[in-house]
């Protein structure tokens, strides 16, 4: 069965064709300032050059409707009509208390999708817009919800909880959801299946490390903490967002630069990081590895606050878990940043951790990293989130059937 996989944004949608079967990708494509001039769709089939067409898309319909053309376009298409998609798989990036598994969208489904937008006002309102284009364009092509959120939901009480009054949990669900989610039960998964080992028997930390960044703890197969929290924001400096800072310090800058709350907190959101850290040279850790080297102090003093503050989680997971066998290093930054997966490593010596340098000087290959006599095993994975979401369509898709 083909199985389109949708991530829709404000005025963006990435989307791939994956065939369930040999899990290869038939075509991919981004469609890029819908409802915004100048709006274009970027297709590429598998093995065949990308194709930039400017179109007008004044909505995410549109946008739909674009995809469905490329991907069934006589030149650059890869299957000959719609018929051909059986199923489509969306992700949605906050599923609240609601969702801890994904799940076939129904009119119910959405609207408890909704009823979770305040908790992620300028992600799932997209990612709702997205499920409805498709619902227009494919009213009985099946398709299924994926939420970042839902692997994080077996988190224990104590570590979703933060330290305010109980009553804004109750009133408000203020609390930790964590994000990536689909990446780390993917990343841990692969992790132990390339050990042959079954996951329930480890303690794996898993260090999502790309533009956004998390760390999970997952503890005989299912997540015990993460470093992201009510939002995105929170946990390690990222590319352009803080990560953990004291509170105090929003309505501090509000006062000395005349800003709003939300103000700050965009601050927080687009202008911190190591793009921050770095004095605006970069949130790409490649401009900022070639600034440092051109001696920037700025920018190395940026890798090496992050490269700490990434240490500091996996210390404080293996605190978490009684102990750690497995770290795994994953997506754009942890999969092919050789310097920062060795800083990390360094400080975490007192783990018995050994890192084989020549193995460590692989980009973007499932390896492990650490020497056979290293303590704990220490792994880069490529993550794949379309391919899990596209797993757990079909999953979902085949129970569907079987009921019938
Ligand atoms: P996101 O999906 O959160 O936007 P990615 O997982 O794509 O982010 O990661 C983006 C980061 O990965 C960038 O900072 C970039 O510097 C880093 N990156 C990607 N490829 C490489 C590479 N070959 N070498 C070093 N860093 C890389």
Known sequence: MNILVINCG????????????????LAK????????????????????????????????????????????????????????????GHRIVHGGEKFAKSVVITDEVLKAIEECNDLAPLHNPANLIGVNACKELMPSVPMVAVFDTAFHQTMPKKAYL?????????????????????????????????????????????????????????????????????????GLIMGTRSGDIDPAIVSFIADKEGMSADEVINVCNKKSGVLGLSGGVSSDFRDLAKASEEGNEKAAV??????????????????????????????????????????????????????????????????????????????????NEELAIARETLRLCLCVIKKQ
């Open 10 to 25: 404000s005025s963006s949608l990435k989307y791939q064709l994956i065939d369930s079967e040999s899990e290869n990708v």
């Open 29 to 88: 494509g981004l469609c890029e300032r819908i409802g915004i001039d100048g709006s274009a769709i970027t297709h590429q089939p598998a093995g065949g050059e990308k194709v930039t067409s400017k179109v007008d898309m004044p909505n995410h319909t549109a946008a739909v409707k674009y995809v469905i053309e490329k991907l069934t376009d006589e030149k650059v298409g890869v299957v000959k009509s719609l018929d051909e998609i059986g199923a489509v």
């Open 162 to 234: 933060y330290g305010l009054p109980y009553e804004y949990y109750e009133k408000y669900k203020v609390r930790r959801y964590g994000f990536h989610g689909t990446s780390h039960d993917f990343v841990s998964a692969r992790a132990a299946e390339l050990l042959g080992k079954d996951r329930k028997d480890l303690k794996i930390i898993v260090c999502h490390l790309g533009n956004g960044a998390s760390v999970s703890a997952v503890k005989n197969g299912e997540c015990v903490d993460t470093s992201m929290g009510l939002t995105p924001l929170e």
């Open 302 to 383: 940026a890798l090496e606050t992050w490269s700490y503050h990434v240490a500091k989680y996996v210390g404080a997971y293996t605190a978490a878990m009684n102990g750690v066998d497995v770290i795994a290093f994953t997506a754009g930054v942890g999969e092919n940043n050789i310097d920062a997966r060795e800083e990390i490593c360094e400080y975490l010596g007192y783990l018995g951790i050994a890192i084989d340098k020549e193995a460590n000087a692989k980009r973007g290959e499932e390896i492990t990293i650490s020497t056979p006599d290293s303590k704990v095993t220490v792994m880069v994975i490529p993550t």
